[in-house]
């Protein structure tokens, strides 16, 4: 065979994969859901999970916060008389920020005669099985409360009872629908730790440039909000520049059906309600505004890689004009806060069909695996960093970098309802808050009666099934109804096969 | 050689083996126990836990064959295997093409074909994950494939969200790695005898005809073995996958057009916990991989050419 030179042809074949692997258009993209990066949990998770949301019949919480705004909480409860060695399946050394860091220190202070090794990392379904596997399970994990289900109805989480009775810990000193997640079956197996609630942030340039007004983003108007959407969206040719009204679905959906007056499933987390009209009704309005951008695939692809979806710094979504409004996280305000103070944000409450304030909860739990060496141990780690004065002096350090850097601090939002209660009164203030005091305090005026996802046995599979089907619906163009029928009967399926 | 007599008395028992066999024997051992305790014998569990319902925490349950029997009321399993067939289909013949222009080229480079040997398999040795971010931009609707498609006029789809152009995506990704095939087929190529092309200039052969005649039958023992090579892995794709549309920012059409068979198979164990189940999936990817396999080694008696063989 002829041996011809042709190497300029394969130079070329190796510029197009070098350029291929440096290029990327400058694209970034923007994270959807997902669990709480170590980094800055728990006062800024990154976008958690959506929890289902009861129906509005939820209780109040037990008790009222027993701490007044003004003084700093105190244990009432004597030190435990526990010794020996735990390991937490947590960051400390590496990672874990102030909020993290001074809450066990709190901990690490008060028992110095308890040794505490730390697995380094955030909880992973592999690496946990693996180490149950083993036998060498952390004696304390931290696990987002939607998924702490899978694992009490697999038999893997120790019941609290005995903790919580021992410890005299009152569990009305967190917010109702956190401890409604981590109850199964009568028994607490989690002590609740942040709490991610959802109000809508609106891009003020945005409506201004289209003539409206912050209070014309009414949830509770669904044919207004189509119209708004129209209004604020940004299309031609099929080419997007700017989304109107994001719904954020699939991962807020929930907050769209409990809108709507319905729930995803019943209250005590044993019956599936997916096909309900409620359901199917909200999925196909909160499909409709997303296709009303021309096509799902290209509002999807818009959001992830358009301007702007680096969603951190300050290149986000407001200062890029790429977004008219959206709900969102209320951690969302710290990252705007600290990244571009400056950007006009505002904000309304996510209203139901009938006008009311609506939001939903999501959040990490602290939980005792099966087989912990160290019950006692364990046990009042979680209820020490999970209380109030723990709260507040990993929240007083945050307020004090703050402070030295002169950026707006929006506080931390706890499952705690009486460390809340200090930290919203005395630690953020509309000085150091600055234009996102309203904000933050609506966040707090909405969080004791958030909506949350209960305690749904194998609450893992029930949330990727009913993930599905928004998407066979959004993506694939699968009739509302259609895709929530056949999610119904998986749905259930998986709660019975996990039901206790 | 020594080799193992069968008794006079029994007639089939084997003796002890002794000298070189028993020294050969001695050698193999850390790969026999290797294989025993570390591919054997999982296998062997995972069967069993096939028939089990077990999420590693509780010992496992015996179900009989509920795993399999539901593995065909699973309307997720058709759309995974689905999924993964299209891909495959589309991705061993495209990078068994691609990788033999790519070798052939190389062939012909002379002094440089070191280098770009090198340049070649680069992609293949980079992590799966971050072949799957570098994709996520180079993929999306503005990224890198859709400009450069753009300067030619045409308006790239949106390869990562329409579920259209999600697979078709994928598969060009995969084409960026494809150099362990080219290897392959440069070593083949270079051993096809140079004598032969000769003799077929003489004779009048076109470059088609020598392709057809003598580069394709001397090199189809390597492309046999690409093949069957290339078939498990596209059945088997899941890092570049997952790290794209699954993770812990599922997005797009993850459960839609991106649910390879793989990928549900981890779900269903390390999401549900369902390790009976999952491992029935598994067993049914090795008979249908196993099924292929065996139809693609029937039908190789045909085309491929062993030198020194039938």
Not at chain 1, 29 to 38: A, D, K
Not at chain 1, 191 to 202: A, C, F, Q, W
Not at chain 1, 283 to 307: C, K, M, N, Q, W
């Amino acid at each position: 065979m002829q041996q011809r030179p042709l190497t300029g042809l394969a130079l070329f074949t190796v510029l197009s994969l070098t350029v291929a692997a440096c290029g990327g258009g400058g694209a970034t993209t923007q994270p959807t859901t997902g669990t709480v990066p170590s980094v800055v949990a728990p006062s800024e998770p990154a976008e958690s999970e959506p929890a289902e949301s009861e129906p509005a019949e939820s209780e109040p919480a037990e008790s009222e916060p027993a701490g007044s705004p003004g003084a700093v909480p105190s244990d009432p409860v004597e030190d435990a008389d526990i010794s020996g060695e735990i390991v937490v399946g947590a960051q400390f050394a590496e990672g874990a920020d102030e909020i993290a860091t001074t809450r066990y220190d709190v901990f690490l202070e008060r028992y110095p005669g308890v040794t505490v090794n730390w697995t380094e990392s955030n909880f992973d379904p592999q690496t946990f099985l693996t180490s149950v596997a083993a036998g060498e399970q952390p004696d304390v994990v931290r696990m987002d409360r939607e998924i702490i289900s899978t694992y009490i109805s697999e038999g893997a989480l120790m019941p609290l009872d005995d903790c919580v009775a021992d410890r005299q810990i009152d569990m009305g000193q967190y917010y109702d629908s956190a401890v409604r997640q981590v109850t199964f079956d009568g028994q607490v197996y989690g002590i609740p730790e942040d709490y991610s609630t959802r109000i809508v942030l609106i891009n003020d340039s945005v409506l201004e440039e289209v003539g409206l007004t912050p209070e014309d983003i009414d949830t509770s108007d669904w044919e207004a909000l189509a119209g708004i959407n129209e209004q604020l969206m940004s299309v031609e040719g099929g080419q997007i520049s700017r989304l109107g009204f994001d719904p954020k679905i699939p991962e807020f959906f929930p907050l769209w059906v409990l809108a709507n007056g319905g729930a995803m499933v019943s209250a005590d987390g044993l019956t599936a309600q997916l096909d309900s009209p409620e359901v199917v009704q909200a999925l196909e309005y909160a499909v409709s505004l997303i296709t009303a951008h021309g096509s799902a695939a290209a509002f999807t692809d818009f959001r992830s890689t358009g301007p702007g979806s680096a969603f951190f710094g300050e290149e986000n979504q407001f200062t890029e004009d790429s977004l008219g409004a959206f709900p969102m996280e209320q951690w969302y305000l710290n990252v705007l806060a600290a990244d571009t103070p400056d950007e006009s944000v505002s904000f309304q409450p996510f209203r139901a069909k009938d006008g009311s304030e609506i939001t939903f909860a999501t959040g990490a739990a602290w939980a005792i695996p099966l087989g912990t060496e160290n019950y006692d141990a364990a046990c009042e780690f979680i209820r020490v960093v999970t209380r109030p004065e723990a709260w507040v002096a990993a929240v007083q350090v945050r307020a004090d970098a703050r402070a030295e850097t002169g950026e707006p601090f929006t506080g931390t939002f706890t499952a705690n309802a009486e460390a809340n209660d200090y930290i919203f009164s005395n630690l953020v203030t509309e000085e150091n808050a600055g234009p996102y005091y309203p904000h933050v305090q609506k966040v707090v005026e909405l969080m004791p009666d958030a909506y949350a996802l209960p305690a749904v046995p194998n609450g893992e599979a029930f949330k990727r099934i009913w993930t599905e089907a928004v998407r066979r619906a959004l993506d694939e163009g699968v009739p509302a109804a259609q895709a929530l029928a056949d999610a119904q009967v998986e749905a259930q399926d998986q709660i019975d096969s996990g039901a206790p | 050689m020594t080799v193992p007599r069968a008794s006079a008395s029994s007639g089939r028992r084997w003796r002890v083996p002794v000298g070189e066999t028993f020294w050969a024997f001695m050698f193999l051992l850390p790969w026999i126990i290797g294989f025993v305790v570390f591919t054997a014998g999982p296998m062997l569990y995972s069967l069993y836990i096939s028939f089990t319902d077990y999420n590693v925490i509780r010992p496992p349950d015996l179900v009989g064959l509920e795993n399999y029997e539901t593995l065909f009321n699973d309307r997720r399993i058709p759309r995974a295997l689905g999924n993964t067939a299209f891909y495959a289909a589309l991705n061993v013949p495209l990078t068994m093409i691609f990788s033999l222009v790519l070798a052939m080229i190389l062939l012909r480079v002379g002094r440089a074909a070191g280098f770009f040997r090198t340049a070649f398999y680069l992609p293949t040795v980079t992590p799966a994950v971050a072949v799957g971010t570098l994709f996520l931009l180079i993929l999306s609707g503005n990224g890198l494939l859709n400009q450069a498609l753009s300067v030619i006029g045409i308006r790239g789809p949106i390869w990562l969200a329409d579920p259209d152009y999600v697979k078709q995506g994928i598969v060009i990704m995969s084409l960026w790695t494809l150099g362990s095939t080219v290897i392959i087929y440069f070593a083949a190529l270079r051993n096809v005898p140079t004598e032969l092309y000769e003799a077929a200039r003489i004779d009048g052969a076109n470059s088609w005809q020598q392709f057809r005649n003598i580069t394709v039958p001397f090199i189809s023992g390597a492309l046999f073995f690409t093949l069957i090579v290339n078939t498990i892995a596209s059945l088997q794709i899941f890092a570049e996958v997952f790290t794209m549309f699954f993770g812990l920012t599922q997005s797009g059409p993850a459960q839609s057009s991106a649910l390879f068979y793989v990928i549900y198979l981890f779900q269903r164990a390390f999401e549900d916990l369902d390790l009976g189940y999952a491992s029935a999936m598994a067993w049914l990817l090795f008979v249908i991989i196993l099924i292929i396999t065996a139809i693609q080694i029937r039908f190789s008696r045909r085309f491929v050419y062993y030198e020194g063989g039938r």
